[in-house]
């Protein structure tokens, strides 16, 4: 078992495009780090050049001690998991898991323990004898991460692993990653372009974007401290909500569009200095009252959208169209650990009704 660092790290492909800007990032032992970010941001390259795949144009990569940077990938003691898993579909499933030690000629015995051992942990131990073509894709993914598990490497890397599977069995497999990666207490690298499945299943996530490290951090700290609006709005579903405000200070107050909130005493001292400020609003923490007053931001309900357990609502703002969420009838405060936003007052929220925001 082993950290991995990366230390002033850059890729520039041939041709010259900058696909990995100075990335500074260190993997504990036993730690699963999650690297997203939109399409193209570098993530796959990351994962590439730590595995052996990709050269590493300047900077030092380390896997515990070793600088690893000039080593093949056979020599890094690394296991992979890729989005599209090719298993032999000639051989079964427990000759598929089994077949990186048959090629290091290891005895029969200690093979059979070590694939026994992996389809424990992936509870597949009742479909060893069966072929690929003979499997769901669930069961796929599982033998493709006991293929990995098998080999007992010092690092994981995982290239978008769940996402040909679909999106119940995503959220089943995100869980089971998880304990097992938690099981076997190995570093591990997670790319995903997912913010949800980083969320879930990251110790730490790092985001990317054109190549450049923009925070590296728990999913929690990422989700209420983001470094900026990017991060802020990449993180979590819906999106905040961004609305530009002008501060004005001979009224103590905040102009959004055509309207003004008063600014507390607290908050007034935190804007000191700023003349034009944007505010990011989370979904859930808009509170609702159902008459519009001038101590929040009046808005029009556009949409209701009806999920179940609460409604998303969508708000038009001045010609700005905002989310919150409110709470459907029957659902109560107590599972949603007063989360939810609430629609303050009585009775439903329909298309244009006039609505006062506070947050
Ligand atoms: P996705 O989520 O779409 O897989 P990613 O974040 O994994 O994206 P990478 O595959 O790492 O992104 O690519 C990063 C950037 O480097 C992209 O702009 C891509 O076009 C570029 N790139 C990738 N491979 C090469 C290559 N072999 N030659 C030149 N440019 C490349």
């Known amino acids: 078992m082993a950290s991995i660092t990366l230390e002033q790290v850059n890729k520039v492909y041939p041709g010259g495009y900058h696909a990995i800007k100075d990335l500074n990032l260190e993997i504990a032992d036993g730690e699963l780090m999650v ?63 089994g077949f990186a030690l048959r090629l290091q000629n290891l005895p029969k015995s200690t093979i059979a323990q070590r694939v026994h051992d992996a389809s424990e942990i992936l509870g ?65 690298i997670y790319v995903t372009h997912d913010q949800m499945e980083a969320m879930t299943l990251g110790d730490r996530v790092a985001v990317l974007r054109n190549g450049e490290l ?13 470094v900026d609006t990017f991060v802020a709005t990449f993180i979590g579903s819906p999106a905040m909500n961004l609305l530009e405000a002008v ?19 607290e908050t007034a001292k935190r804007l000191a200095g700023a003349t034009h400020v944007t505010l990011g609003i989370r979904p859930e923490h808009f509170f609702l009252e159902d008459v519009p007053n001038s101590a929040g931001l009046v808005a029009e309900v556009k949409l209701v959208e009806e999920l179940g357990y609460e409604q998303m609502v969508h708000f038009d703002l001045d010609a700005k169209i905002v989310r919150g969420h409110g709470e459907s009838e029957d659902a109560t405060n107590d599972i949603y650990g007063g989360r939810t936003a609430r629609i303050a007052g009585s009775g439903e929220l329909k298309q244009r009704d006039r609505v006062t925001l506070h947050f």
Do not use: W
């Open 35 to 97: 690297l997203v970010g939109p399409s193209g941001c570098g993530k796959t390259t990351t994962l590439r050049m730590v595995a052996g795949l990709e050269e590493v144009t300047s900077g030092t990569l380390r896997i515990g001690d070793r600088v690893v940077n000039g080593l093949e990938p056979k020599e890094r003691d690394i296991a992979m998991v890729f989005q599209n898993y090719a298993l032999y579909p000639h051989m079964s499933v427990a000759e598929n898991i």
């Open 247 to 265: 501060v004005d200070r001979t009224s103590a107050s905040l102009v959004v569009g055509s309207q003004k909130i008063a600014l507390s005493d």
């Open 124 to 188: 597949i131990t009742d479909i060893l004898n069966k072929k690929p073509r003979q499997l769901s894709g669930g069961q796929r993914q599982r033998v493709a991460m006991g293929r990995a598990i098998v080999r007992e490497p010092s690092i994981f890397l995982m290239d978008e692993p769940l996402s040909n599977l679909d999106a119940k069995l995503r959220v089943k497999m995100r869980a089971e990653v998880k304990l097992i990666q938690e099981r076997l207490g190995v570093a591990t």
């Open 214 to 226: 923009l925070q590296c951090t728990t999913p929690h700290d990422l989700y209420f401290n983001p």
